[in-house]
């Protein structure tokens, strides 16, 4: 344990600061503050030090150098063990710190404003305090450092206890201070590759990855219940999705869960019209489109009523007590909406172990990082978000017979469901609702077999989406057996022309995209 009688605050975020410094004066800590934190002590009645009074040097180029001298760092630095540095802190009349209490300046919230400025922006890159910070850590064997304000009653409970401040506190607290300052710098460097990175270089792809995520909380297990797992979130402010929802009801949210809401989620609003999706397994097994929410879910429910059971839904509107009820009515795992209206709460509740989730649909500065990543041995694949999404211009007809207004609306609709559904996919649809989905399979043609037979005689009449071109007639005859009467697909293939013929041959109308959408 290491005793704790001199205390350095310096933070910008002073939340919980009164309460904490009060209660350190009440044991007779001496605290030495800088610039605005000690005039915030002051104006609170809590007796402190100016740095100035150390250092003997006041505050430079209007603030900008504080708390950037040798006496500061010495204080920090010198280790309790080593008669040297003692000696050389008494030659000196500097007085040891033993707590170091620093918070940044607010990069990330200043930069996420709009109009946000370079000036305002280089201004709120911290440069004393990170060196404190660094300092501290580097000495946490005498040192301790708080970053998070949610810390002090901890901190503050332990020094009554026992004077000071174990090792391992000082040890959870120098990592705790290190994630903050690396997740800091990460911001900083995120946003000037932004503003500076030349027009000519035009790669989302920085030369070097570094990934800041704060961990959220600890999760039952992973996809099995012998794989440990944890849930991190992404540490921009301002940024939302599905691991930042909050949760209003049920059991815990399990990593599958979170899976299988995130998947839900960005299908959903890839609709304006009311729509409703179930997902197993990051797949839709049933997705549809209504005049009402109500319509919504009870198609995509009579898409696959089996595969349904104990899915995770998500819609795209406030979840009225009507579709709610509908939800309740079956086993499911987990339901997401943007908000829910009155009685719909009340209706899910009903159920136990429903986990029911609120989010608020994300704007573009909110969506988070724009690339995905993916890890392999030895490394990481990154890639840019699939956000590119055919809505009828740029279409090529390639068949005799060109698809109805009808078929082209369910084209377009089984499209950017096949768009989410894990390769290879093949979406039947017809009236706005998907009546056959078959999803990761090693042939094409052997996800449609799956298509088809989950459809039956819904098939009759429906639209065929294939995420990949197509690449044998084998898919077309089946499809026509099936009953289907317009495709739409990448194209590209080298047998384009023979699975076009094959369209001809059955009357069937074809659409090429010259996009594909794989989901591996």
């Known amino acids: ?73 010495a204080a920090i630095l010198a280790r309790r063990d080593s008669p040297a540095d003692i000696e050389t802190l008494a030659e000196h009349r500097i007085p040891p710190i033993d707590l170091v209490v620093v918070n940044l300046y607010p990069f990330q919230e200043v930069t996420a404003r709009p109009g946000t400025t370079l000036e305002e922006a280089l201004e709120n890159i911290d440069i004393g305090g990170h060196a404190l910070l660094r300092a501290a850590v580097k000495n946490f064997r005498s040192v301790g450092v708080v970053v998070n304000p949610d810390k002090y009653e ?9 004077g000071g401040l174990i090792e391992r506190t000082r040890e959870e607290l120098a990592l705790e201070a290190l994630a903050y300052a690396s997740a800091y710098d990460f911001a900083i460097r995120t946003y000037l590759n932004e503003v500076l990175r030349p027009e000519k270089d035009s790669s989302p792809f920085p030369a070097v990855l570094q990934l800041t995520y704060r961990r959220s909380r600890d999760m039952r297990y992973g996809e099995n219940p012998h794989q440990r797992s944890a849930l991190y979130s992404e540490t921009a402010r301002g940024v939302s999705g599905v691991a930042l929802a909050e949760q209003l009801h049920g059991g815990e949210l399990s990593f599958n869960n979170l899976a299988d809401l995130d998947a839900g989620w960005d299908l959903v609003w890839e609709f304006e019209e009311p729509t409703a999706a179930i997902i ?104 840019e978000r699939d956000t590119l999404l055919i809505r009828g211009e740029g279409l090529n007809f390639v068949t005799r017979k060109r698809p109805s207004e009808e078929e082209l609306g369910d084209l377009l609709f089984a ?4 768009k989410h559904v894990r390769s290879n996919a ?31 005689e819904r098939s009759r009449g429906s639209v065929l989406a294939s995420d990949a071109f197509i690449p044998f007639p084998d898919s077309v005859h089946l499809a026509a057996s099936a009953g289907v009467t317009a495709i739409i697909q990448p194209g590209g293939s080298i047998r384009d022309k023979e699975v076009i013929d094959a369209a001809d041959e059955h009357g069937i109308a074809m659409v090429f995209t010259g996009v594909r959408h794989f989901k591996h």
């Not at 600061?17 to 934190?37: N, P």
């Not at 009402?292 to 009225?320: F, H, M, Q």
């Not at 997401?336 to 719909?344: D, H, I, K, L, T």
């Not at 009546?435 to 039956?456: D, M, P």
Request: glycine share 12%; with cysteine; net charge positive.
């Open 1 to 73: 344990m290491r005793k704790v009688e001199h205390v350095l605050t310096s933070v910008y975020d002073k939340r919980g600061l009164e309460a904490f410094a009060k209660g350190l004066s009440e044991l007779g800590i001496g605290i030495l503050s800088s610039g605005g934190t000690a005039r915030f002590l002051r104006e609170k009645g809590i007796p402190v030090r100016e740095v100035s009074e150390v250092t003997g040097s006041p505050e430079l180029l209007g603030g900008r150098v504080k708390t950037l001298h040798p006496a500061l760092h």
């Open 154 to 162: 901890k901190v503050l409970s332990e020094i009554r206890e026992t």
């Open 280 to 383: 197993k397994h990051r797949s839709p097994c049933g997705v549809a489109c209504g005049e009402s929410l109500l319509e919504a879910y009870k198609k995509a429910y009579g898409c696959d009523p089996t595969s349904a059971y104990g899915g995770v839904i998500a819609v795209n509107r406030p979840l009225d007590g009507a579709t709610a009820g509908e939800i309740a009515s079956t086993f499911n795992e987990a339901v997401v909406a943007p908000r829910y209206e009155a009685g719909a709460l009340e209706a899910l509740k009903q159920k136990k172990n429903l986990r029911v989730l609120v989010l608020t649909p994300a704007g573009e500065s909110e969506r988070g990082t724009p690339l995905q990543f993916r890890q392999i041995s030895g490394g990481m694949l990154v890639q």
């Open 415 to 418: 499209w950017k469901v096949a």
């Open 426 to 456: 093949m979406v039947l649809a017809k009236a706005r609702q998907a009546v056959g989905v078959g999803a990761e399979q090693t042939s094409r043609v052997g996800a449609l077999e799956i298509a088809v037979r989950k459809a039956g």
